[in-house]
């Protein structure tokens, strides 16, 4: 189970890369699908990202978006889109911004409750293209894993054009480094693309995540593994996001050194 991507774009833009979605069967199609958005500041990007993800061929894929108060009307565009796409998209406005991985917690708490048999994480800038969902989807169904991973640094992964290159040593010395921290069998350890069985995230007990910010996807992997979760890597292109700002700062930096240390520490307590 394969897909092709192919370049879109004119010559005044970068190369963004655009994966032709597999077909899937139908059974597997159909499966009760939600996708977790987080969103800060993502008014360019949100309407883009919801409209790829319906025009997919799955059709009880649902979307729910948590916005942390964004102060660009990130929120309000997702109401709208909730009444366009009645529903299929659903909003948790959060009051403050409270970080990346306390936004995921809630999204994928409200999908469980919801009845969700699969949860996907996504990035809300579209530098997760879409139309890997499916055959990430397909991989789930195709095997006893946990989780499936887009990974960037798996052979057949990518990078976009527009990361330079000190991001992409720092990308690449950071899961160096978590990968010799934590021991985990695991090549891209800081993905956020990714698609979760809902049995699987039950086993990592939610409302327990310490992470705040990007070292929540660490965090979840590492409880994946600790709990005998399999987890499966599938080759991706990232892209560089479309529109807006980074969120990425020095605290979460700090955060992103110091974590994995932490939860070596408080696994070992565990146990």
């Given at each position: 189970m394969s897909s092709q991507p192919t370049p879109q774009h004119s010559p005044?833009?970068?190369?963004?890369?655009?994966?032709?979605?597999?077909?899937?069967?139908?059974a597997w199609a159909g499966?009760?699908?939600?996708?977790?958005?987080?969103?800060y500041d993502e008014?360019?990007?949100l309407p883009a990202l919801v409209g790829q993800l319906m025009a997919l061929d799955l059709p009880r894929l649902r979307v729910v978006v948590v916005?942390?108060?964004?102060p660009d009307g990130t929120g309000e565009i997702a109401e709208k889109l909730s009444v366009e796409h009645a529903g299929r998209v659903g909003v948790i406005h959060r009051t403050s911004k409270d970080g990346l991985g306390r936004a995921y917690v809630a999204g994928m708490t409200r999908a469980l409750e919801e009845g969700a048999e699969y949860v996907?994480?996504?990035d809300a800038d579209l530098s997760h293209p879409v139309g890997y969902l499916p055959q990430l989807l397909g991989t789930l169904h195709s095997t006893n894993a946990g989780v499936v991973i887009g990974s960037r640094y798996v052979p057949g992964g990518s990078l976009s054009e527009q990361w330079g290159r000190s991001r992409r040593i720092l990308s690449g010395w950071a899961n160096a480094y978590v990968k010799t921290v934590l021991s985990m069998p695991v090549r891209d350890v800081t993905a956020g693309f990714k698609l979760w069985r809902a049995s699987?995230?039950?086993t990592l007990d939610l409302p327990s995540i310490e992470s705040t910010g990007y070292t929540f996807q660490v965090e979840m992997h590492y409880r994946a593994y600790r709990r005998g979760q399999k987890?499966?890597?599938?080759?991706?292109?990232?892209?560089?996001?479309?529109?807006?700002q980074s969120k990425l700062d020095g605290a979460v930096a700090?955060?992103?050194?110091?974590?994995?240390?932490?939860?070596?520490r408080s696994e070992r307590a565990r146990r």
């Open positions: 005044s833009e970068p190369v963004r890369v655009t994966p032709e979605p597999v077909a899937l069967p139908g499966s009760r699908l939600t996708v977790v958005v987080p969103t008014a360019d990007n916005d942390d108060n964004s996907a994480q996504m699987a995230l039950r987890m499966v890597e599938i080759p991706i292109h990232f892209e560089d996001r479309a529109a807006g700090l955060e992103a050194a110091l974590r994995p240390l932490l939860l070596r």
